[in-house]
């Protein structure tokens, strides 16, 4: 009996190749990366290095020095004696201030003998970021017993690419480069792009090397047995505004001084592992924030994502708003700044909604790719009304409050006009009968997706589609802007904004909860139809308050049922499900932001032990990871006895809204609550962890009146102790009986 012949992968994922064809912003995976990656961030310029030090010496990373969204550097190599060095070790400081790499020579052979023998000569290149130039130095040692003459080399070179030319997106033209020597130290790359503007990289060398080109800078090194030398070049990017570079020294000790400024609450718990990844959250959330004319403002992650996200920002000052609410206030101004005040359908923007998305390279100038300003956002205008409450409620600022209410009144119309096109009650996006819009994102809740929202039997659900945890947003933010209103005095508004988040819930519930599958549904299609899949968006319902706590149960025990929950996080789609896929984006990986935003929620609704098993997961997650860095996503596969989590190959790290999650699960697990009229700190119901006996928070409170505590597990229980306090803040502790 002949066996049938295989069918062709096309025709098996046919109808999923097909969509993915569509997808015109999906960021390919093309090679595994032969070297780990290292990344710096100041402002708008990052750094992607390998563990060498170099740019592209390696597969599988997109490397580069990047800013304003081009990349300005584009290769960068270090060679001695013609050879590769060996690779000692590196490491970014635990401030993300410096990248440090050890290297030695490999064996140099002439005419078939060893010349320099390997481990003879001591390389460390230190690197940093400050004001739009890449700093170097390259210390060389000697630690042989004799004279040494050998070359060291640096090979670079440029191509200008648009960060989505860099993700793999194609371009009929580009515009022209040029390459130039400059005075007897320096090279520059010159780009005159399509747009009109011209970029320009300028790299300078000190001292001068002995030969020189437009790609190669070699130095002819002659080192008496334990003497060591220092060379430096520095790397300028001239794009929207030019740099002024000041000396290697100088420059180190500016960036380490912003680095140790800031007046945010600091954590420290009896665990040492936890304290590693807190700080590298902590440095993280630092590093990929940046000061715009606005204020601060965290940018979503590095490398795709080194930009201001509506969506992204707003979560982070969320999950960071109780230890530094400047991030929350720079976030708002920011966003309202640049709140849509026309209609404009090639970037969706409609007036009130508020910014998805911005870009400055040159094809979003030239429109192609639609994110220059973006609005293709369901989320960001309900989480910006939601957050401008939360942070009234946190700082009692009503001087900024009054200043961004235009702004807040402006979102809160566009959530009940264009925001609602059927007059139902629910957010919603997409076009009726539109299944893919070709200018922007055809999924605009955060599971962005080109498959990612679907039936219960794996179609794709048509628009428009109303999210279950977008409708959570938008009940939330109703209700705290109900409290601002009041507070501004605007009664009627108030009572109105009241009225109409209870209507949401009761509709909501009636709506978004299943029997059949015992949660809220993934959402609504345009049909009205119920999307019958069991996704950790019903999750993030919980922390809105807008689930009934007798709901609220059932969603608590699924999310750590074992369809749901890998032992790394609660994954984005439980297994069992027609799309789950343990390695997809979005139908089956953990997202520790989403989780985050889940714990909380469980906390909310008094389901401590639930929530304490998602922080638990999470954090034995960032205790395998590089760095003790949680990624922005990793693989949804089962957890195993003494072997970590499953990487996920594209994900950007440092993400912002990943590095702020364990914050706000310790967040959740104290039950902190901030009353400034009071000048009180609550902790509602803490809970320790049970990997953490202790947990110190030091300058905790409101400007002017702050507290140092300790809170330490005693017995099964939670004491609490006042170890300082400054401005006369008060501190309680509230114990009271579950919601649920």
């Known amino acids: 009996m002949r066996a049938e012949a295989p069918r062709p992968q096309s025709e098996i994922l046919g109808p999923a190749l097909d969509a993915l064809a569509e997808a015109p912003f999906y960021i390919p995976s093309t090679s595994p990366s032969a070297r780990p990656r290292r990344t710096l961030k100041h402002a708008d310029t990052f750094a992607i290095f390998d563990s060498h ?10 490397d580069g020095l990047f800013d304003h969204d081009t990349r300005f550097l584009s290769r960068l190599e270090l060679l001695i004696g ?38 003879t000569i001591h390389v460390v290149r230190t690197v940093y970021l400050w004001r739009g130039v890449a700093y170097q130095r390259i210390a060389v040692s000697n630690h042989g017993d004799s004279l040494l003459s050998f070359t060291l080399t640096l090979l670079f070179g440029n191509d200008f690419a648009d960060i989505f030319e860099v993700r793999g997106q194609l371009r009929p033209e580009r515009g022209e480069t040029r390459e130039e020597l400059r005075g007897d130290n320096g090279v520059s790359f010159v780009y005159h792009g399509l747009d009109g503007a011209t970029r320009r990289t300028e790299l300078t060398f000190e001292p001068a090397p002995t030969r020189r080109s437009t790609s190669t800078a070699i130095y002819e090194m002659r080192l008496a047995p334990g003497r060591s030398l220092s060379l430096f070049f520095t790397i300028e990017c001239h794009g929207s505004k030019s740099p002024k570079r000041v000396g290697f020294f100088k420059g180190l000790k500016s960036a380490n001084r912003e680095r140790k400024s800031g007046s945010a609450t600091t954590i420290e718990t009896s665990n040492e592992v936890l304290n590693e990844a807190l700080r590298r959250a902590t ?3 630092h590093m990929l924030t940046t000061r715009t004319a606005e204020g601060p403002y965290p940018y979503a992650g590095t490398p795709w994502f080194s930009t201001t996200f509506g969506r992204d920002g707003l979560i982070t000052a969320i999950q960071t ?3 530094d609410p400047s991030v929350a206030k720079g976030v708002l101004l920011r966003l309202a700044a640049y709140q849509a005040a026309t209609t404009d359908d090639s970037s969706d923007a409609q007036p009130g909604k508020i910014l998805h998305e911005m870009r400055g390279g040159e094809m979003a100038a030239l429109k192609e790719v639609p994110f220059g300003l973006y609005y293709g956002s369901v989320d960001s205008t309900p989480l910006f009304v939601l957050l401008a409450g939360l942070y009234t409620q946190r700082t009692g600022d009503e001087r900024t409050l009054r200043g961004l209410w235009p702004a807040i009144k402006r979102a809160l119309s566009w959530m009940e006009t264009e925001g609602d096109p059927d007059g139902d009650g629910f957010l919603e996006y997409g076009k009726k009968g539109t299944h893919s819009l070709k200018t922007g994102l055809q999924h605009q809740g955060w599971k962005d997706s080109f498959d990612a929202i679907f039936h219960a039997d794996g179609r794709l659900a048509q628009g428009p589609i109303a999210l ?5 947003y938008a009940y939330a933010a109703k209700r705290a802007a109900a409290l601002c209103a009041r507070r501004l005095g605007e009664a009627e508004l108030a009572d109105e904004l009241d009225r109409s988040a209870t209507a949401l819930a009761a509709r909501f519930d009636e709506c978004f909860w299943s029997d059949k599958i015992g949660l809220y549904v993934l959402g609504l299609d345009g049909d009205k139809k119920p ?29 750590v049922s074992p369809t749901f929950f890998s032992g790394w996080g609660v994954r984005t789609v439980a297994k069992g499900e027609a799309r789950y896929n343990p390695m997809s984006y979005h139908n089956g990986s953990v997202w ?8 909380l929620g469980l906390a909310r609704y008094g ?31 089962r957890r195993r006895r003494g072997a970590g989590p499953t990487l996920y190959p594209v994900a950007c790290t440092p993400q912002a809204w990943a590095s702020g999650a364990l914050l706000l699960m310790l967040q959740a697990s104290l039950g902190l609550e901030f009353d400034p009229a009071t000048k009180e700190i609550r902790f509602r119901n803490p809970t320790l962890p049970a990997f953490v006996d202790q947990i110190v928070l030091r300058r905790a409170g409101f400007a002017g009146a702050h507290v140092d505590v300790a809170l330490r597990r005693i017995a099964g229980h939670v004491s609490l102790r006042v170890l300082r306090n400054s401005g006369e803040a008060k501190v309680t502790m509230i114990l009271a009986d579950n919601p649920v």
Not at 96 to 106: E, G, H, I, K, P
Not at 109 to 115: D, F, K, L, Q
């Open 53 to 62: 030090g170099d740019m592209g010496a390696s597969a599988g990373g997109p």
């Open 82 to 119: 013609g050879a590769q060095p060996l690779l000692l070790g590196s490491g970014v400081r635990d401030d993300n201030v410096t990248l440090s790499v050890d290297l030695t020579n490999a064996d140099i052979y002439e005419g078939g003998h060893i010349v320099l023998p390997r481990d």
């Open 283 to 285: 440095a993280d959330l």
């Open 321 to 323: 708003l109780w230890f």
């Open 468 to 472: 279950a945890e977008v409708q959570g």
């Open 531 to 559: 999307l019958q899949v069991r996704a950790s968006n019903a999750g993030q319902v919980l922390w809105t308050g807008i689930a009934r706590p007798e709901r609220a149960r059932k969603v608590g025990d699924a999310m």
């Open 592 to 599: 520790p932001h989403d989780n985050s935003l889940i714990s």
């Open 607 to 637: 389901l401590m032990a639930q929530a304490q098993r998602v922080f638990e997961a999470n954090f034995a997650a960032a205790s395998y990871m590089d760095l003790r860095r949680l990624p922005e996503l990793f693989c949804g596969f």
